[in-house]
């Protein structure tokens, strides 16, 4: 089987920015999981013995904390620093602070917030906590939820969770426009994310099977898996070369390999290395 990378694929900035915060504090462990790949927190589980808290009641006072990539609530932060004196290591992407930021600056000058995002994702969670009225910090995932949302103010101020196709997000806020006087956008949408989408979108349209490599809690590679759908129905999802099944690969002569932000190079090595073999 023959195999083709996409031109821009795998681990981005802020993901290999948080691995190595999480390497030079051995023994510590990370609020949430560091990024969203299992087998990455194994790894440094077992290399590094970085644990993991699931909430802030298992911290420790003094302990040392590493804040997720996709950072966490204002008020956990708070408790972390003042209820629980814990040493803090922030490895909260650049590009997530950036619209946690924009929502509080935007809030405090009486804008209403629209969040286009999952509202479950942490990263959602955490930017939407630093809105100044919680009650007039909106999210939302298509145009039409704009239609069950009442806004405080005039003044509408829009960030995008990082991970989002910009498609969608335009078809937002051109609704937004049409609907308000005054509409603030910011694109928080990162870039790593457009050229990873743009690169698994031109390579879908050229092969035969597409194998897309990430966590399946992963909203980047989710987004990845769907956009190979549209131009190569034969796209499959998987987080390492166990899951991949041979039947997939029956009368096709050219794979495709896409990863998410989140996947280390090892793991897309061992998926290429056992595609090369079937």
């Known amino acids: 089987m023959k195999v083709r990378l996409a031109s821009s694929y795998g681990f981005c900035f802020g993901v290999k920015r948080a691995i190595k915060i999480a390497e030079a504090y051995e023994n510590s462990a990370t609020m949430g999981p560091l990024i969203h790949n299992q087998n990455e927190i194994d790894r440094l589980k077992t290399d590094y013995n970085v644990g993991l808290y699931q909430g802030l009641d298992e911290v420790k006072d003094n302990?040392?904390?590493?804040?997720?990539?996709?950072?966490?609530?204002?008020?956990?932060?708070?408790?972390?620093?003042?209820?629980?004196?814990?040493?803090?290591?922030?490895?909260?992407?650049?590009?997530?602070?950036?619209?946690?930021?924009?929502?509080?600056?935007?809030?405090?000058?009486?804008?209403?917030?629209?969040?286009?995002?999952?509202?479950?994702?942490?990263?959602?969670?955490?930017?939407?906590?630093?809105?100044?009225?919680?009650?007039?910090?909106?999210?939302i995932l298509e145009p039409e939820d704009l239609n069950k949302i009442s806004f405080k103010y005039e003044k509408i101020a829009t960030v995008a969770q990082t991970t989002k196709k910009k498609e969608k997000y335009l078809e937002i806020v051109n609704a937004l426009i049409l609907r308000n006087k005054e509409v603030r956008v910011f694109n928080t949408i990162c870039d790593a994310t457009f050229e990873n989408q743009d690169a698994a979108r031109d390579l879908s349209k050229e092969v035969d099977i597409m194998v897309v490599i990430g966590g399946k809690n992963s909203s980047n590679t989710k987004q990845l898996h769907s956009i190979c759908l549209e131009n190569c129905e034969d796209s499959y999802l998987i987080e390492n070369e166990t899951e991949l099944d041979l039947t997939w690969f029956k009368d096709k002569n050219l794979c495709g390999i896409t990863a998410g932000a989140s996947t280390p190079d090892w793991i897309i090595q061992q998926v290429v290395d056992t595609i090369e073999k079937i």
């Open 63 to 139: 302990d040392t904390v590493i804040i997720r990539t996709h950072g966490i609530p204002k008020n956990d932060l708070k408790e972390l620093r003042k209820e629980k004196d814990a040493k803090i290591i922030n490895a909260t992407c650049p590009f997530v602070t950036t619209p946690q930021q924009i929502v509080k600056k935007m809030s405090e000058h009486q804008y209403s917030i629209l969040i286009f995002g999952d509202k479950d994702h942490p990263e959602v969670k955490g930017v939407k906590s630093y809105g100044k009225n919680q009650d007039d910090v909106h999210v």
